[in-house]
């Protein structure tokens, strides 16, 4: 099993900025991939921003030149800092990774509880 934590979610003015982070502990052999998705009330959940294992990062159109990934290897962390942040930025951030197990041939997916991001006008 593997268990993914995020931390970091709050309130912000507009214009303001945000670093979240997330954690994956357990049974890891190694990261694949480490995703923030972000979902909205009403919305459905979207990607926003990704890297890989081999160090590639992509982002919504909506986040780029505003948003940053980056991950810490040695750690099983990522992090989401997000920069001149909108009200439409609002919605609960979730973590979500692709991993290969002990004892498992096949990758895995986990996703954390969300933790919620609030930007006020």
């Known amino acids: 099993q593997v268990q993914v934590v995020e931390s970091g979610g709050g309130l912000v003015q507009v214009g303001g900025s945000l670093t979240l982070s997330c954690a994956a502990s357990?049974?890891?052999?190694?990261?694949?991939?480490m995703n923030w998705y972000r979902q909205a009330p009403g919305k459905q959940r979207e990607l926003v921003a990704s890297?890989?294992?081999?160090?590639?990062?992509s982002y919504v159109d909506a986040v780029k030149g505003r948003f940053a990934i980056s991950r810490d290897y040695a750690k099983n962390t990522v992090y989401l800092q997000m920069n001149s942040l909108k009200p439409e930025d609002t919605a609960v951030y979730y973590c979500n990774v692709d991993v290969r197990e002990i004892g498992r041939w096949v990758s895995s997916n986990y996703w954390g509880q969300g933790t919620q991001v609030t930007v006020s006008s």
């Open positions: 357990g049974n890891i052999v190694s990261i694949i991939a």
């Open positions: 890297t890989t294992i081999g160090g590639s990062t």
